[in-house]
């Protein structure tokens, strides 16, 4: 063998190992480890939400393998078959769910089994896995915030509303009057602070009168304190009083007033009609006339007789006590 041949072999040996180490380093990125086993399992998609090759697999929130293929079924573009691998010594239950979840805050997607630990069979390298697409984190908050954004259209739609009432309602002249009641309510509490202001003096002029007052007052509740006694006792006889006045015939004395004034009312309209002799007393005016003339004449004869007694009569008193003994001597 030439020097020639020699370099040409030596330069394919060192071709052939550089090329298998650059194939082992990127299996070996993509979980793809050719030197170790591996369970190779398959799940059906309607949508991956972006899960694409080199995706990490978790079970219970650690790392597990690898996504190492996104395909289409056989051309159907509904459907998605994802292959991914899981490392060596992990055996997954049977009835495990693979579902498709979003891995962090920034929307990086992945595998996430969702293990049964109810069976007791496990899935073999091959084998389709139960299939499940969870929101992500966007959609979530997506959902958390459509019933606001609903919410807030609808209060914005209220209150473009509630704007063009208040507009018609608060026109020029509304505004104007609003002013004035304003001011009507600024003069009303100058009033108010004017009259307190003079109530305050009130009371600090007339402090010792309103103590008096009061002190008084507390006289008085106490005297009607201390004679509770007496102030019951009054209110028990008026009580039997009532009683008694309820017990007697008030009716009837009532009935019978009433008949009486009735009656009188009768007589005095009698004596107005000139009816009776009291009647024709008030009514009849030359019976007036001549009981006038026989008083005056009476009257004349008791004065003649007054100033000259010894004229119509004469007589004489004699003592005996108690007892006086008249003697007529003339008749008159």
């Known amino acids: 063998m030439t020097k020639d041949q020699r370099r040409v072999v030596k330069t394919g040996i060192v071709f052939t190992i550089i090329t298998f180490m650059i194939i082992w380093g990127v299996s070996y990125i993509k979980s793809n480890d050719l030197l170790t086993n591996k369970t190779i399992l398959y799940g059906v998609y309607d ?27 056989d051309g159907n573009l509904n459907k998605l078959v994802v292959e991914f691998h899981i490392r060596k010594g992990i055996k997954i239950p049977d009835s495990t769910i ?10 990086t997607m992945g595998l996430e089994l969702i293990i049964n630990n109810r069976t007791k069979k496990h899935y073999k390298s091959g084998d389709t896995l139960q299939t499940k697409v969870a929101s992500s984190i966007s959609e979530q908050v997506n959902k958390q915030i459509l019933p606001l954004k609903l919410k807030t259209e609808s209060m914005l739609a209220t209150l473009d ?7 018609a309602v608060f026109n020029p002249k509304t505004r104007k009057n609003i002013n004035l009641s304003f001011e009507r309510i600024q003069l009303t509490l100058k009033y108010l602070e004017s009259a ?6 009130l009371i600090t002029s007339e402090g010792k009168r309103l103590t008096q007052i009061l002190k008084n007052a507390e006289s008085i509740t106490k005297n009607i304190e201390n004679n509770n006694e007496n ?5 028990g006889n008026f009580g039997e009083i ?31 009609k000139g009816e009776g002799t009291l009647g024709l007393l008030l009514e009849d005016e030359e019976l007036y006339n001549n009981l006038d003339k026989a008083s005056k004449d009476l009257d004349k004869l008791l004065i003649d007789i007054k100033e000259n007694p ?3 009569v ?3 008193a004699f003592s005996f006590g108690k007892k006086i003994i008249v003697n007529d001597t003339d008749s008159i």
């Open 47 to 73: 949508n991956v939400k972006e899960l694409s090759v080199g995706n990490h697999v978790y079970i219970s929130g650690t790392k597990v393998g690898k996504v190492v293929n996104v395909d289409f079924i």
């Open 98 to 107: 693979a579902m498709i979840t979003s891995t962090d805050i920034m929307g």
């Open 161 to 167: 509303s509630l704007l063009v009432a208040f507009r």
């Open 196 to 201: 307190s202001n003079k109530l305050d003096n």
């Open 231 to 235: 102030i019951n006792k009054i209110l």
């Open 242 to 272: 009532s009683d008694s006045l309820a017990a007697s015939n008030l009716i009837n004395v009532i009935y019978k007033a009433d008949n009486s004034i009735t009656k009188l009312s009768k007589v005095m309209d009698k004596i107005e």
């Open 310 to 312: 010894k004229r119509y």
């Open 314 to 316: 004469r007589f004489s």
